[in-house]
């Protein structure tokens, strides 16, 4: 790194190329005039030991992202995902070796991505597996008697089990976006209506807000049902089991749909208001759901080339989901 490189302002790997050709040229051309008066044969090994010097002067900036490349390339078949490729260069080499560290960086992503993954599976599949054992055990052994809320609390478990499956399942999809949109044109007010009285709970009164009533959108509605359905649950879940606001509205300049969610819960504290979106993130509660509800909400939103996000409000918490007009 600490050889010169004066090569690297050129942009094209042909011009370093011809450079180098004629340097390698003139400066063995130049030895050999003044070393003219030598005996010929000393005269040309100076020639050619000097045309070789600066080609390997020249030639050192141009080859050795490729040798950096090699050797990170060998570490990464070991595991090792931390090497990166060091250049200055300008030309297609250049070019080259910043996509590999970005290779490089997307490949170390996806290695930790996995091994996050298969660490909080296992810990959420754990709890309700341990939980549905001793259950189970227990009946077995004739310690409890097979009675509904025996029964009931089995069920239970078996229903978290099916919720992180389906939930899994279903992030799976999207990332890998075998998931089609299917936009289509619809009245945005009993299509929310429909989701409230899906998620309508006794305690909780949940107001639906969308102006102007006749409100319509065009998007997906099987992605925009599974993405105000996690966030319902979510502000039933957390909130003070008071009140909940789902509101509806488009933004008159961009014709964008916004729909507000917001509980009056404890709120989500703003270093976290970006991890909430991540697998197995609980914006740090540590009950109900499986992690996962938030992460599918923002990949289907996504999918839309659409945003969501937390915003910023007085009390409570309320996430903003923002779809482009079609």
Not at 35 to 49: E, K, N, T, Y
Not at 89 to 103: C, K, P, T, V, Y
Request: charged content about 25%; overall charge negative.
């Amino acid at each position: 790194m600490r050889w010169p490189r004066p090569l690297d302002p050129f942009r094209s790997f042909k011009v370093k190329t011809g450079v180098l050709v004629i340097a390698s040229v003139f400066a063995a051309s130049v030895t050999f005039w003044f070393a003219s008066d030598w005996q010929f044969r000393f005269a040309l090994g100076v020639a050619l030991l000097v045309s070789l010097a600066v080609t390997q002067v020249l030639a050192h900036g141009m080859t050795s992202p490729l040798r950096e490349m090699t050797a990170a390339a060998r570490a990464m078949a070991t595991g090792d995902w931390s090497r990166r490729v060091h250049t200055t260069s300008r030309d297609e080499i250049g070019e080259l070796a910043l996509a590999f560290n970005q290779m490089a960086e997307d490949l170390e992503a996806d290695d930790r991505y996995r091994r996050e993954l298969i660490a909080n599976v296992s810990h959420e599949l754990r709890t309700p597996i341990a939980a549905l054992q001793g259950v189970l055990e227990n009946v077995v052994d004739g310690v409890v008697e097979p009675e509904p809320e025996t029964l009931r609390a089995a069920l239970r478990q078996t229903e978290r089990l099916g919720d992180l499956v389906r939930d899994l399942l279903d992030l799976s999809r999207l990332e890998s976006g075998v998931v089609p949109l299917r936009r289509t044109e619809f009245e945005v007010e009993p299509f929310l209506r429909r989701i409230v009285d899906e998620c309508l709970d006794p305690a909780v009164a949940i107001r639906l807000d969308v102006v102007p009533v006749s409100l319509r959108a065009c998007a997906d509605t099987d992605r925009l049902h599974q993405v105000v359905t996690n966030l319902v649950h979510n502000a039933l879940t957390h909130g003070a089991s008071a009140q909940v606001l789902v509101r509806a509205r488009t933004d008159r300049r961009s014709g964008t749909l916004i729909v507000d969610v917001h509980d009056d819960g404890p709120g989500i504290p703003a270093q976290e208001r970006i991890r909430v979106f991540e697998r197995f993130s609980r914006g740090g509660t540590a009950g109900g759901g499986t992690g996962l509800g938030l992460a599918i909400a923002r990949w289907a939103v996504e999918l839309h080339d659409g945003r969501i996000g937390v915003l910023d409000t007085p009390s409570g918490c309320c996430i903003r989901v923002e779809l482009p007009a079609a």
